[in-house]
């Protein structure tokens, strides 16, 4: 089976608008896949100065859909949670972690973390996704 390259996933998560206009960076992991990062400010805040929900769960989704797309998956989201454990106020950075726990043909199922980089858990959101198909097809 062919696997999309850290380039092909980094252009897939530039292709999600709404990352952009977030202004949410895409950086290369080692394992040549790649995370979320954002530095939150007043742009992501609520009224409380810290960084709206919508926000961390569009990162978290993103996230997990990348994951998914990492193993030559397109998928779609079907459902989602998301639990927040932490604030985040403006001016702090954090990180997206996210895990593929069920690679199935129609669904898959994943997880996402979202940590600072002492590894603090801010918010841990999890999702089932349909399997749309493939991004490269098999030779």
Excluded: W
Excluded at 2 to 11: F, G, S, V, Y
Excluded at 47 to 58: D, I, N
Excluded at 107 to 126: F, P
């Amino acid at each position: 089976m062919r696997k999309p390259t850290q380039e092909m996933i980094i252009k897939f998560y530039h292709a999600n608008t709404v990352i952009d206009f977030m202004e949410v960076e895409v950086v290369p992991t080692p394992d040549g896949e790649a995370r979320l990062e954002l530095c939150a400010d007043s742009r992501h805040a609520n009224l409380y100065s810290m960084a709206h929900g919508g926000v961390l769960t569009t990162m978290a989704d993103t996230a997990m859909g990348a994951k998914c797309l990492a193993l030559n998956k397109r998928v779609v989201t079907i459902s989602m949670t998301i639990e927040f454990m932490h604030a985040i106020m403006t001016g702090t950075r954090v990180m997206t972690e996210a895990a593929v726990l069920h690679d199935g043909r129609q669904t898959m199922v994943c997880e996402c973390r979202i940590i600072d980089a002492q590894g603090k858990l801010y918010a841990k959101a999890s999702a089932t996704f349909f399997v749309t198909g493939k991004l490269l097809d098999d030779d």
